[in-house]
């Protein structure tokens, strides 16, 4: 599987977003504060660090895929 240019600039975007929300977590000093439906709670460094890869996952991948989904199809439709 070969990536596109668009791909390479996708990626670069998202994990410079991860990296930042990574480099938050890592300077931040004891617990991270959240707010979960309405309450102020503390999550540890890594929970943090696994929901925010979570999060990037579900959003960014699905995203990706379709719009490579579509890349792909108009690509097809052009050569033939």
Same mark, same amino acid.
């Given at each position: ?5 668009? $791909?390479?600039?996708?990626?670069? =975007? ?5 990296? =930042? ?5 890592? *300077? ?5 504060? #959240?707010? #979960?439906?309405? $309450? ?7 929970? *943090? ?10 959003? *960014? #991948?699905? =995203? ?5 989904? =579509? #890349?792909?199809?108009?690509? +097809? $439709? +052009?050569?033939?």
């Amino acid at each position: 599987m070969k990536f596109k240019t668009w $791909e390479k600039i996708y990626w670069g =975007i998202i994990v410079f977003l991860f990296v =930042i929300g990574v480099g938050f977590a890592l *300077f931040q000093k004891g617990d991270i504060p #959240v707010t #979960v439906q309405g $309450e102020q709670k503390l999550i540890s460094k890594r929970a *943090f660090i696994g929901y925010s890869l979570l999060a990037h996952l579900i959003i *960014f #991948v699905p =995203i990706w895929a379709l719009v490579r989904w =579509i #890349v792909n199809r108009n690509d +097809k $439709e +052009k050569s033939d």
